[in-house]
T-cell receptor
Framework: SQTIHQWPATLVQPVGSPLSLECTVEGTSNPNLYWYRQAAGRGLQLLFYSVGIGQISSEVPQNLSASRPQDRQFILSSKKLLLSDSGFYLC?????????????FGPGTRLTVL | AQKITQTQPGMFVQEKEAVTLDCTYDTSDPSYGLFWYKQPSSGEMIFLIYQGSYDQQNATEGRYSLNFQKARKSANLVISASQLGDSAMYFCALTAGGTSYGKLTFGQGTILTVHP
């Protein structure tokens, strides 16, 4: 069966510090991968998606970046965090290219920027 | 551009009763899919049910059913026989277009509270 992992689970970082969040998927090949951010009490906002190694599409211009160094690994990064980067970050995967397959989400990372 | 609107910030229901969570959507693409997810206080997102724009029948999954009214662009989630464990945030989401690669647009969510 497929599983998706995210770490760390929680993170407290000072403004201006770097960020690296990791997501890995097991039990599937060539998944579509997604990074979402959720502000407190709000819906999810798509940040990045990837359909293959090295292929990253950005949905929202900001100081975050994403990379996919391996088929089942997706990394969210920042060189300098802002207060507004605080939130709940969720990684998700789906199979196929039709776009009509459900996405499966990881447990998320709660990021607080102070 | 796609848009999802969930107009009910919070809903209350008595245990064992049915509840309907509203969702309206907007897309110019004739081919699209609608999803409902449940988010408990732990934060995980749990897939509940899917409806395709060309599906002839309303989707059902156990106690969950989707009241899909295409002309009105609504896709309401119906939960029958509510349980205490149904208390959570519920999100409606839309994906549209054959090359969208599954990108989802989420609504703002509805917090459901089930009373004993």
């Amino acid at each position: 069966s497929q599983t998706i992992h995210q770490w760390p689970a929680t993170l407290v970082q000072p403004v201006g510090s770097p960020l690296s969040l990791e997501c890995t998927v097991e039990g599937t090949s060539n998944p579509n991968l997604y990074w979402y951010r959720q502000a407190a009490g709000r819906g999810l906002q798509l940040l990045f998606y990837s359909v293959g190694i090295g292929q990253i599409s950005s949905e929202v211009p900001q100081n975050l970046s994403a990379s996919r160094p391996q088929d089942r690994q997706f990394i969210l990064s920042s060189k300098k965090l802002l207060l507004s980067d605080s939130g709940f970050y969720l990684c998700a995967w789906s199979s196929g290219t039709s776009g009509y397959n459900e996405q499966f989400f990881g447990p998320g990372t709660r990021l607080t920027v102070l | 551009a796609q848009k999802i609107t969930q107009t009910q910030p919070g809903m209350f229901v008595q245990e064992k009763e049915a509840v309907t969570l509203d969702c309206t959507y907007d897309t110019s693409d004739p081919s699209y899919g609608l999803f409902w997810y449940k988010q408990p206080s732990s934060g995980e997102m749990i897939f509940l049910i899917y409806q395709g724009s060309y599906d002839q029948q309303n989707a059902t999954e156990g106690r969950y059913s989707l009241n899909f009214q295409k002309a009105r662009k609504s896709a309401n989630l119906v939960i029958s026989a509510s349980q205490l464990g149904d208390s959570a945030m519920y999100f409606c989401a839309l994906t549209a277009g054959g090359t969208s690669y599954g990108k989802l647009t989420f609504g703002q969510g509805t917090i459901l509270t089930v009373h004993p």
